[in-house]
């Protein structure tokens, strides 16, 4: 299958400061990925879909002017948490499918933000 | 609204036995399903993605789909420890639509 890789895996910022996340696709390129968050013990929430060359859709109660999406490349979307605070610490997750080949898709490994 | 419900759990089976997981959608023209495997503290992992009406089966995993009912279900054979974790099922329209999920069932495998 296809591969999606995130980094950082994980981590640590004070609050108020910003955090950047990236997703790639390793070996295709999607015009669309999305973004999720998982907080412990809960379901995936699914926060924005990533289009490439254009702005991004958030869903409904997700704050755009905080969670910054940009989809430069057919292989690079960045996750920007601005301003952060404790509440945004969560497991946030990216998935891209390769349009070439399938209606699937596949999850990156997930990063693990935590805002003290 | 589209939604996909599934039974939270937890599922108990006995190691070696049979795990049936089921899963319902509420959108007609939902074309595309697929169950997804989370383990604590880990992302998804898409284990079986199904299209037409019928049984798929990959190994010890069948999922089976039945567009007139609106179910799919996922077959586990000879459930093994291993296979503890969260299994999500997932329903899409199209390729760039956003995957509908359910909140996921947690299946315990009983050593």
């Known amino acids: 299958g296809a591969v999606v890789s995130q980094h950082p895996s994980w981590v640590i910022c004070k609050s108020g400061t910003s955090v950047k996340i990236e997703c790639r696709s390793l070996?295709?390129?999607?015009?669309?990925m999305f973004w999720y968050r998982q907080f412990p013990k809960q379901s995936l929430m699914l926060m924005a879909t990533?289009?490439?060359?254009?702005?991004?859709?958030?869903e409904q109660g997700v704050e755009k002017d905080k969670f910054l999406i940009n989809h430069a490349s057919l292989t690079l979307s960045t996750l920007t948490v601005t301003s952060a605070h404790p509440e945004d610490s969560s497991f946030y997750i990216c998935s891209a499918g390769d349009r070439g080949l399938s209606y699937e898709q596949y999850f990156g490994p997930g990063t693990r933000l935590t805002v003290t | 609204q589209k939604e996909v419900e599934q039974n939270s759990g937890p599922l108990s089976v006995p190691e070696g036995a049979i795990a049936s997981l089921n899963c319902t959608y509420s959108d007609r023209v939902s074309q595309s399903f697929f169950w997804y495997r989370q383990y604590s503290g880990k992302s998804p992992e898409l284990i079986m993605s199904?299209?037409?009406?019928g049984d798929k089966e990959d190994g010890r995993f069948t999922a089976q789909l039945n567009k007139a009912s609106q179910y799919v279900s996922l077959l586990i054979r000879d459930s093994q420890p291993s296979d503890s974790a969260t299994y999500l099922c997932?329903?899409?329209?199209?390729?760039?639509?956003?995957?509908?999920f359910g909140k996921g069932t947690r299946l315990h495998i009983l050593p």
């Open positions: 070996d295709f390129q999607a015009t669309t």
């Open positions: 199904i299209y037409s009406n």
């Open positions: 997932a329903a899409t329209m199209n390729r760039d639509d956003k995957i509908i």
């Open positions: 990533s289009n490439e060359g254009s702005k991004a859709t958030y």
